[in-house]
């Protein structure tokens, strides 16, 4: 069965140290992996997404087919990235729908 | 300029009493979702709809319907809530699906009495 596991509900750490939030999935084909995340008092939005490559606000996450994970990571925290993120995966269909871990929440003190 | 709205932000309703909750989108994106989350829980699909077609998840209790009238509306109903059912509901949509981003709405805080 497809699953996406957090397995930290809450990852605190202080302003400028890494961050590394774990996300693994279990899934019988070639997944799409997506980090969204959920600022305080906003909306759910898309970090991004791992066939993009990309950095976005500094986190970047790599897909490791071998260990079945896709961790976020950024090399300095900043205060405002405390947030709610979600990593999620989606399913080879054209439907779009995701499958979301439990989230995981980032606190960055000062 | 919030492209997908949900209405109520919170809404109140009593065991069995029937309840409905809306989504509008301007985005003119051709699938709408439904996520049910509940307290400390993973988003979890109810249903969605890719233009007029309905997709239901294997697991949706049938006690949820869902209606999309046209492009721009989504409607979930809750024929007849219990406890279990208290949780948040997230509406999003996407443009044609695929591996696009979801757009999400800010979602309606259920509570069941």
């Known amino acids: 069965a497809q699953r996406v596991t957090q397995p930290e509900k809450l990852l605190s750490v202080f302003k400028g140290a890494p961050v590394e939030l774990k996300c693994n999935y279990s899934y019988s084909g070639s997944p799409e992996l997506f980090w969204y995340v959920q600022y305080s008092r906003q909306r759910l939005q898309l970090l991004l997404r791992?066939?993009s490559r990309e950095s976005i606000k500094g986190f970047t996450a790599d897909l490791n087919k071998g260990e079945t994970s896709f961790h976020l990571k950024k090399p300095f925290a900043q205060e405002e990235d405390s947030a709610m993120y979600y990593c999620?995966?989606?399913?080879?269909?054209?439907?779009?729908?995701?499958?979301f871990g439990q989230g995981t929440t980032l606190q960055v003190k000062p | 300029d919030a492209m997908v709205i949900q209405n109520p932000r919170y809404q109140v309703t009593q065991f069995g009493k029937p309840v409905t909750l809306s989504c509008s989108q301007t985005l003119n994106h051709n699938v709408m979702y439904w996520y049910q989350q509940k307290s400390s829980q993973a988003p979890k699909l109810l249903f969605h709809y890719y233009d007029k077609d309905f997709n239901n998840e294997a697991d949706t209790p049938d006690n949820f319907q869902s209606r999309r009238p046209n492009t721009s509306f989504c409607f979930l109903d809750i024929r007849s809530p219990g406890l279990g059912d208290a949780a948040m509901y997230l509406c999003?949509?996407?443009?044609?699906?695929?591996?696009?981003?979801?757009?999400f709405g800010s979602g309606t805080q259920l509570s069941v009495l």
């Open positions: 791992h066939i």
């Open positions: 999620a995966l989606s399913e080879k269909s054209n439907t779009g729908k995701l499958i």
């Open positions: 999003a949509t996407s443009r044609s699906g695929g591996n696009e981003k979801l757009f």
